[in-house]
């Protein structure tokens, strides 16, 4: 999705996207000394424009966290960051080939498992069960998933206000008269990040639960600290048996000693 959206950027005249996967065997590559990829068996995926390319100096600081040629509000420049850590904890391999002027393309490579894929239990049995009545209040900027996670929540009981920034979110929340039990937040978002909303309610209502939601890992997140780590967690995308086992998690664990 980040490659797609950055090539998309990269060509704010239109142009040509392409999305290609191919074989790639490397077992009879010369042998690499040191770093660079294992002689093995690929699967590569290509992300490709017909863009504005690259000078060296981006492509030298491509996959550092927060290196963005983006304007303010634009890119977090996380984008790459987690590109890289989800191949590198696959243990793949990442190539880019660019031009300025002439466009980028983005190969990643997987290695190829051998084994039969393991099927995973869907997401019925115990956890349809989890159920509550308790008031969450949503916020997050996404429309779709806004809307997404309010009818997963009413669905299973729970009253749901939902916000689409942090300011919303505020004023909400000092007009809604009875408890808000859990805040559901998006961690970075347009204006104020989630963090300093949940700062901001916890000096207005002292015992609100946080349940902090991103497409960032929370590895990623407590590294750069832009939350502290041990904070309750969820990451996109999530199942909606996912949603309901974390919300039930945060409102039923014991209240944090001060
Ligand atoms: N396809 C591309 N063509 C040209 N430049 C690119 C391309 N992809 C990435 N870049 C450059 O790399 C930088 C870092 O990309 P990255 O995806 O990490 O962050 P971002 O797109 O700026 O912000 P974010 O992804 O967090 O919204 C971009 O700002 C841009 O300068
Ligand atoms: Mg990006």
Do not use: C
């Not at 294992?38 to 290509?46: D, E, G, L, S, T």
């Not at 989800?86 to 990442?94: D, E, H, L, N, R």
């Not at 949503?138 to 300011?167: F, H, K, M």
């Not at 939350?227 to 919300?247: I, M, S, Y």
């Amino acid at each position: 999705m980040n490659l797609v959206v950055n090539a998309r950027d990269a060509m704010p005249n239109g142009g040509t996207l392409t999305i290609r996967t191919a074989n790639a065997d490397m077992r009879d590559e010369p042998v690499h000394l040191g770093e660079g990829p294992r002689a093995a068996r690929y699967v590569m995926v290509a992300v490709g424009d017909t863009g504005v390319g690259m000078d060296a100096e981006t492509q030298a600081h491509l996959f550092e966290p927060f290196f963005t040629t983006k304007g303010v509000g634009k890119g977090t420049g996380l984008g790459l960051a987690t590109v890289y850590g989800i191949v590198q904890q696959s243990g793949g391999f990442i190539r880019v080939e660019s031009e300025a002027g002439a466009g980028t393309t983005f190969k990643l490579y997987w290695p190829v498992v051998e084994r039969a894929a393991v099927v995973k239990e869907s997401a019925s049995g115990p956890q349809a069960t989890l159920r509550g009545t308790e008031t969450v209040l949503v916020v997050e900027d996404d429309e779709q998933i806004r809307n997404l996670t309010r009818t997963i929540l009413t669905a299973r009981g729970y009253s749901v206000l939902v916000a689409e920034n942090g300011e919303h979110a505020l004023a909400l929340a000092a007009e809604h008269e009875s408890a808000i039990h859990l805040v559901l937040t998006d961690v970075i978002m347009p204006g104020m990040s989630g963090r300093e909303l949940a700062d901001r309610l916890n000096a207005a209502h002292a015992e609100v639960r946080v349940l902090y939601v991103s497409g960032y890992t929370d590895e990623m997140i407590a590294r750069h600290g832009v939350l502290e780590p041990g904070v309750a967690f969820l990451q996109k995308p999530f199942t909606p048996g996912d949603l309901a086992q974390r919300v039930r998690d945060v409102l039923d664990a014991e209240p944090h000693p001060e």
